[in-house]
């Protein structure tokens, strides 16, 4: 039977339960995360970048991409922190409905300058739940 090495971590972490809103700035303080959606009657997760804006997640979408799937469904999405020991410092995870942003309703601050196509799109996670933990300290 497989032993674990020394490089596994095997000491017990006691994670604390974070508040939402302590949950969505950490969130804030990160760009890149997962998204968790169905694609083809199956799980599928994909790392995009995000923003956070008024408790909302904001990703950048591109036509053709799997992500398309996710629209109008509900969706789970997650970032940590991760120590220069590489543990994790914390993780958050919201669970919303993915919503397209129209074209009108884009706000100038995400539009991007060296994104030439103009069939990408922006999509809107207002979170219905929001759970994070975090190591103490």
Do not use: C, N
Not at 27 to 50: D, K
Not at 51 to 69: E, M, T
Not at 81 to 91: F, R
């Amino acid at each position: 039977m497989p032993t674990l090495g020394s490089d596994f971590p095997m000491k017990p972490v006691r994670f604390h339960e974070l508040t939402r809103d302590e949950s969505l700035r950490r969130l804030a303080s990160v760009r890149v995360g997962r998204i968790v959606f169905t694609h083809q009657a199956l799980p599928a997760i994909r790392p995009v970048h995000h923003v956070v804006d008024a408790g909302q997640v904001i990703i950048h979408g591109h036509p053709g991409a799997p992500l398309l799937s996710a629209l109008d469904t509900v969706v789970a999405y997650e970032a940590d922190g991760i120590g220069a020991d590489d543990t994790i410092g914390w993780s958050v995870v919201v669970t919303g409905v993915a919503r397209k942003i129209a074209a009108g309703e884009v706000p100038e601050r995400y539009q991007d300058p060296w994104d030439d196509d103009e069939a990408s799109y922006l999509i809107r996670i207002r979170p219905e739940l929001v759970s994070g933990f975090g190591l103490p300290g």
